[in-house]
């Protein structure tokens, strides 16, 4: 149940696009299709961006969107605004109904 | 609206024991799993345990496996954590949160979340 790795921190302009890595494992994404990503504001709970790797939930922004390949799953944000600014986390489903997270990523919005 | 309100963190001593609730509303709470999700100070989301719809089904991250015990109770819409053997490691603000379940089908993200309850284990 290794963490999965994620860079510590992106950094962009408003209205550029960034893209967050997480990289796993041939245990957790790179044999299962379940990759979520998080978004975490401080004091708020986290709120669900992406599942199943590359699906959008109702009500999150088309700014989010999520790929996957190989070990190696991405989360892209379009259109940088201040309001993203938050820590991002991926997490993996890894087997035998375990999960593993990766270790955030602090988006900075300059 | 869905809600979930953790409570029962407190300060607690190693070696002591903790009983964490996680307190559902706004969506029926049999067609969902539960985990609990932890964050330690300064660290990441640490997922924790998991039950089933109706706990015949639980699993735990080897970090708490046999101190921890995951529990439900569908009638009362709520979901506890019994924390034993405490470490200083434990020290976190403990989330609760949902994945749907349709039929023998999980769904494996978790969709809501609370806001968490904090557990820090000090002398």
């Known amino acids: 149940q290794s963490a999965l790795t994620q860079p510590a921190s992106v950094s962009g302009s408003p209205g550029q696009s960034i893209t967050i890595s997480c990289t796993g494992t041939s245990s957790d994404v790179g044999v299962y299709n379940h990759v979520s990503w998080y978004q975490s504001h401080p004091g708020n709970a986290p709120k669900l961006l992406i599942y199943e790797a590359t699906n959008r939930p109702s009500g999150v922004s088309d700014r989010f969107s999520g790929s996957k390949s190989g070990n190696t799953a991405s989360l892209t944000i379009s259109g940088l605004q201040a309001e993203d600014e938050a820590h991002y986390y991926c997490c993996s489903y890894a087997g035998r109904t375990t999960w593993v997270f990766g270790g955030g990523t602090k988006v900075t919005v300059l | 609206e869905v809600q979930l309100v953790e409570s029962g963190g407190s300060v607690v001593r190693p070696g002591g024991s903790l009983r964490l609730s996680c307190v559902a509303s706004g969506f029926i709470f049999d067609d969902y799993g539960m985990t609990w999700v932890r964050q330690a100070p300064g660290k990441g989301l640490e997922w924790v345990s998991t039950i089933n719809w109706n706990g015949g089904s639980t699993s735990y991250a080897d970090s708490v496996k046999g101190r921890f015990t995951i529990s439900r109770d569908n009638a009362k819409k709520s979901l506890y954590l019994q924390m034993n053997s405490l470490r200083a490691e434990d020290t976190a603000l403990y989330h609760c949160?949902?994945?749907?379940?349709?039929?023998?089908?999980?769904?494996?993200?978790?969709?809501?979340w609370g806001q968490g309850t904090l557990v820090t284990v000090s002398s």
């Open positions: 949160a949902t994945f749907r379940i349709v039929g023998p089908t999980w769904r494996y993200y978790f969709d809501n």
